[in-house]
């Protein structure tokens, strides 16, 4: 699927500009670089949740899921939270099991922890069938396991629904893992794409060299 190239500004300063992009059905695309880079207002675009400076869409009228780097759970249990993004009660438990979170079904979605509440937000978003799924940092708050865990529900998710899913993610090593792509934002600009192997081991651009080596890649 194509996206068009678009521009976003706040008064003066403009925070992104980047060409036309495309993202593949059934492939993760990791969207890396430095924070203040633009990847969240990226995501929220792509989204419909903000416009492009010219307010037209960036992307074709698809079906868009929306993970946003914050999580929230509404006053109610975590099954019933799951429920709210699809009346499926045997897919919310086969979600629920898979991170680890089904001892916790009937329990309050206001005392979760915040890893919880990431693995309850990640099982919603994933309660629908999407063309296209956004995820804005969904591991943050995750411990290695969860961490590990929910990454694997993301590659069969994409996999077996043959969706396209955009990963915004601060982990180079979880870009390494389970992306097909990467996207190399700096300064709201593309700084380098390509196979996420290519990009992660022989990066062309020296800022990309430099972003990873800060890293310890």
């Known amino acids: 699927m194509k996206v068009s190239a678009f521009s976003k500004t706040y008064g003066k300063r403009t925070v992104l500009s980047l060409p036309e992009l495309e993202l593949s059905e059934g492939m993760i695309t990791a969207v890396i670089g430095p924070n203040g880079s ?52 045997a897919r919310a438990k086969e979600l629920m099991k898979a991170l680890g979170i089904d001892d916790l079904a009937k329990q309050s979605a206001k005392k979760l922890s915040g890893g919880e509440t990431a693995r309850m937000a990640l099982c919603r978003i994933l309660m629908r069938r999407y063309d296209l799924l956004i995820l804005d940092e969904p591991t943050t708050a995750m411990d290695m396991e969860s961490t590990l865990a929910a990454e694997k529900l993301i590659r069969e998710t994409c996999g077996g629904q043959g969706c396209a899913v955009l990963l915004i993610t601060h982990s180079i090593s979880q870009a390494r893992r389970i992306s097909d792509r990467v996207l190399v934002m700096n300064r709201g600009e593309l700084a380098e794409q390509g196979d996420s192997g290519t990009v992660l081991n022989d990066p062309k651009q020296e800022q990309t060299r430099r972003f990873l080596d800060f890293y310890g890649l």
């Open 38 to 89: 633009g990847k969240s207002t990226f995501a929220r675009i792509l989204a419909g949740i903000e416009y492009a400076d010219d307010r037209k869409p960036v992307i074709a009228d698809i079906n868009v899921g929306y993970l946003p780097q914050k999580s929230f759970p509404f006053r109610m249990s975590t099954e019933k939270n799951i429920l709210q993004n699809g009346n499926d009660p």
